[in-house]
């Protein structure tokens, strides 16, 4: 099949198949697709929203910047999102890396910038 320098048609029908026949498609175009996926990212930025504010309320239980990075609640973190993800990998091969990766990222953000809400913070004297 020849190589093709400009973007898929959103509106037209599929131009390849998977060849496995329980494949069930998700939607009929490229358009419903990217729909579909924008109402997903709104959700998920919604949820990570709720996230950091999480986050952002730990930062009341951290002494130091040790505690602030957490490594061991890091790996924690990390294996529990990429076995959530083996639960959907049949429908993605790969999804527990990719999931895995992701976070990776995530939580870096997260944890820099707890670094800097904790020099927001003060010690409660007892």
């Known amino acids: 099949m020849p190589s093709s320098s400009s ?3 959103t509106t037209t029908p599929p131009v390849r198949r998977f060849k496995d026949p329980a494949y069930q498609p998700v939607a009929p ?3 419903d697709l990217r729909q579909r996926i924008d109402s997903l990212d709104e959700q998920i930025v919604a949820l990570l929203a709720q996230r950091a504010q999480c986050v952002r309320d730990a930062t009341r ?4 910047a040790f505690q602030v990075q957490a490594p061991a609640r890091q790996a924690q973190v990390f294996e529990r999102v990429r076995g959530l ?3 959907h990998e049949a429908s993605f091969p790969g999804l527990p890396a990719i999931v895995e990766s992701t976070y990776r990222t995530l939580v870096a953000g997260f944890v820099a910038a707890e670094g800097d809400l904790f020099q927001q913070t003060e010690p409660i004297e007892p």
Not at 61 to 64: A, G, T
């Open 7 to 9: 973007e898929p048609s």
């Open 29 to 31: 175009t490229l358009a």
């Open 61 to 64: 239980f951290k002494r130091d």
């Open 85 to 87: 993800a083996a639960e």
